[in-house]
């Protein structure tokens, strides 16, 4: 039996600590300081540029003008909720910050989610690899500047010129650029261009559950339009290279909150565009020196915000015709992507194996914060809701352990016979007691039922986990001394650092551990070896439990002691149940057959059978 529970153990710890490496692996990376904001005003093209690059010769035939000397400008594009920067160089964004999310809730500046210190690179630049130039660094000529917009044109060998525009409408977090190709270009199927996006996304990296590197995404279309399957890798999985893949609606790079997708609009020749997709990427050796630069910082860059990896479309060149693309620049959040229900943009949120969990789990808390204005409240009001619906099988189970053990104290004589009569034939004496118990309707499994417990539990521990990694809402949502739930509660940063631990000192899971071991005390005792080994080991498995849960989200935390309190509380409802059902023996009184009940005595009889709870002593077979 021993074994068997050993065996149980050992399950319960692998499938935790798999599953937690499984979604979020241990990252090289800390949390990245956030960067000044710099937002430099439009600047103005000088008159004229831009404007007489190509002439028509007498014969018709278009005449390159000199090359104009250009200088790198910067424009900045902005609305209240998405603020690009873009740059002549490559006719690129060089960053995007959003200003309804902060960096750090200690300085309360606006998120960066692309930026030269976030080793970003620039964003949505295009490359003709039959041009002859690198239209990437090339330094393009601004030809027009608007509101919220800003065209560019650069000037390639043989009359041909690229014009990209930029355009922020007033609202929103989508970005439009259109890409034109002018003059004679070949009709071979061959001459495509790339559009790429950045290289990398600001993720939040605080503990083990926070962290959450980047991943991209892949809309594949079906042939009716709608959209077919949403695949969601993780960057470091990718190895250094190029990836095609045909029939893609839109792609993008993601993190665990915020999202770069790329999408072709629709046209009248293609009304659903499903093109191919390109990505590269960029991942020097783990064990080289360079990567050690990256991952440690230099003092002017922050650590290395995971592997590099550049997603867009690669596409034919068509003469004369303006090809547009839909930016989205923002968060993952239901209420925002709902909006942009036209390219199914909700599945950007991938709610993991226990989607089916996670769902309805984010539908309360979103519910309980309309009502209570509080995330830690509503956490704990979700709390109270599963253990609710947990409770009859608790309290079933409490009852099943609590027969079996009677009924095992009242086999321990004929069971030791047994044992001594059988003692030099190991096989014969299983098969003796097997019977014994099968005779008087025994289960000693059921005795394990509080393991069992903690095991069925498992689904809501994990589906919990993907809540507090994926819900935007809950990020730097503040409770008691907690700055942001989405992060270990980090009481105070010690001057000293511990192995799995770190340098903060976080309570909430001592907390838990002290509320699991108080729970533990209140269960009650026994004398059989079997009852106290499985008591040992559900006291370690919490413990254990605290080592594990120490760098968790704030919020996942703060369930738990809420279940582990609940859980104290229900312990005495169901011991007062099992009494009243003469199940559970009322302390201090003896039912031992034909006396009275008082005090004095410790032994209690216990029911022949799990379906026969009563007194009466069974003499020994």
């Not at 710890?13 to 904001?37: L, Q």
């Not at 072709?264 to 020196?289: F, K, Q, S």
């Not at 503040?478 to 739930?485: M, P, R, T």
Request: glycine share 8%.
């Amino acid at each position: 039996m021993d074994k068997r529970l050993l065996q149980t153990m050992v399950i319960c710890f692998a499938i935790s600590i798999i599953y937690m490496d499984w979604i979020t692996p241990e990252r090289p990376a800390t949390s990245v300081p956030p960067a000044a904001v710099n937002q430099p005003a439009p600047v103005t093209p000088p008159d004229g540029v831009g404007s007489d690059l190509v002439v028509e010769a007498a014969n018709g035939d278009p005449e390159v003008v000199p090359e104009v000397v250009i200088e790198e400008q910067l424009f900045l594009l902005a609305n209240p909720l998405l603020e690009v920067q873009i740059t002549n160089r490559g006719a690129s964004i060089l960053s995007a910050v959003l200003p309804g999310f902060g960096e750090e809730i200690s300085d309360g500046a606006p998120l960066e989610l692309i930026s030269p210190d976030l080793r970003s690179g620039r964003a949505l630049e295009v490359q003709v690899q039959t041009a002859g130039e690198d239209l990437a660094q090339k330094l393009w000529e601004v030809v027009e500047t608007s509101p919220g917009g800003v065209t560019f044109r650069t000037q390639l060998q043989g009359g041909r010129a690229v014009v990209r525009s930029y355009q922020l409408p007033a609202d929103g977090y989508e970005l439009i650029t259109t890409i034109t190709f002018e003059g004679k270009w070949p009709v071979a199927t061959d001459v495509r261009y790339e559009i790429l996006g950045a290289k990398r996304l600001r993720y939040d990296v605080s503990g083990r559950m926070a962290a959450y590197p980047n991943q991209w995404v892949t809309a594949s279309r079906n042939r009716d339009g709608s959209i077919d399957d949403v695949d969601h890798r993780a960057v470091e999985a990718v190895e250094t290279g190029e990836i095609r893949r045909d029939g893609i609606a839109w792609v993008g790079l993601e993190s665990n909150y915020f999202a770069q997708v790329i999408r072709p609009l629709a046209t009248e020749a293609e009304p659903a565009p499903a093109l191919a997709m390109l990505a590269y990427g960029e991942r020097p050796g783990v064990n080289t020196e360079q990567f050690q630069r990256l991952a440690d910082g230099d003092g002017i860059h922050p650590p290395l915000q995971g592997w590099p990896m550049r997603v867009g479309f690669r596409r034919k060149v068509e003469t004369g015709t303006s090809h547009v693309y839909a930016v989205f620049l923002g968060p993952k959040s239901p209420m925002i992507l709902e909006d942009h229900a036209s390219w199914d943009a909700m599945r950007l949120i991938d709610y993991g194996f226990f989607g089916w969990l996670v769902r309805p789990f984010l539908w309360l808390l979103r519910t309980f914060d309309g009502f209570v204005g509080s995330w830690g409240l509503s956490i704990i009001l979700l709390t109270f809701c599963i253990r609710g619906v947990l409770h009859p099988v608790n309290k079933r189970n409490q009852k099943q352990m609590q027969i079996q053990q009677q009924g095992m104290a009242r086999l321990k004589p004929q069971m030791d016979e047994i044992k001594e009569r059988y003692k030099n034939d190991a096989p014969q004496q299983q098969r003796k007691i097997q019977e014994l118990f099968k005779r008087e309707g025994v289960n000693p499994a059921a005795m394990f039922g509080g393991c069992l417990f903690i095991f069925l539990q498992l689904p809501i521990w994990l589906a919990l986990i993907n809540t507090f990694t994926i819900a935007i809402e809950l990020r730097q949502a503040s409770f008691l001394w907690v700055d942001d739930l989405t992060r270990p509660d980090m009481l105070a940063q010690m001057p000293f650092s511990l192995p799995l631990l770190g340098n903060w000192f976080n309570l909430l899971p001592i907390l838990y551990v002290i509320v699991t071991l108080v729970n533990q005390k209140m269960m009650p005792q026994s004398d059989d070896p079997q009852v106290k080994m499985q008591q040992k080991m559900m006291s370690f498995m919490m413990i254990a439990f605290g080592f594990i849960f120490y760098s968790f989200a704030a919020g996942l935390m703060v369930y738990f002691i809420t279940s582990a309190l609940v859980g104290i509380v229900e312990q005495k409802m169901i011991r007062r149940d099992l009494r009243a059902a003469g199940i559970v023996p009322t302390p201090g009184v003896s039912t031992d057959s034909g006396s009275s009940p008082g005090p004095g005595s410790g032994n209690v009889s216990a029911p022949r059978g799990p379906a026969r709870p009563g007194s009466g002593k069974v003499k020994n077979r």
